[in-house]
């Protein structure tokens, strides 16, 4: 073998193992996306386990506290609900008609089991999913938020 094919199967087996390198990276950060719906767009493409952010505004009169630290409550966009459960510590400014993000999955029964749950922090925060998905559905306005 020459010194010229030498180097160029360094440099071939360099090149594969950065492909491979790539290729799995990028493997191992698709399986842990996570997608954000607003409660109208979800469709029956996202199926039971799969992990998803859920975004909308609380709905009023569906915070319901159960045993210990499970809380259900609805997340709505103004066109459709969806139910959530969630056990653990709400934020402390958690509450009806304010916006929210969720995230986890979908049981069987289809109400929505959430493993995190993020509200906004003061008067003018509006999680930026949260404030698109209702601007482009036309139920959140800019002058609400100020």
Known sequence: ??????????????????????????????QKASY??????????VQP???????????KGTIMRGQGATVAFAVTD????????Y??????LF????????EGSFGLDGVFVADSVLAK????YMPREVAD???AKGVWQESESK
Do not use: C, N
Request: proline fraction near 2%.
């Open 78 to 85: 103004s066109r459709k609900s969806i139910k959530v459960t």
């Open 49 to 59: 386990g799969q992990r998803i952010k859920l975004g909308g505004l609380v709905e």
């Open 133 to 135: 998905g209702l601007k």
């Open 36 to 45: 954000f719906y607003m409660p109208g767009d979800l469709t029956a493409s």
């Open 121 to 124: 922090h003061d008067e003018r």
């Open 1 to 30: 073998m020459t010194r010229k094919q030498r180097r160029l199967s360094v440099i071939g087996a360099g090149l594969a193992f950065l492909g491979a390198a790539t290729g799995l990276t990028l493997y191992a950060l698709g």
């Open 95 to 102: 509450r009806e008609a304010q916006g929210v993000i969720t």
């Open 87 to 92: 056990t653990g510590i709400l934020p402390d």
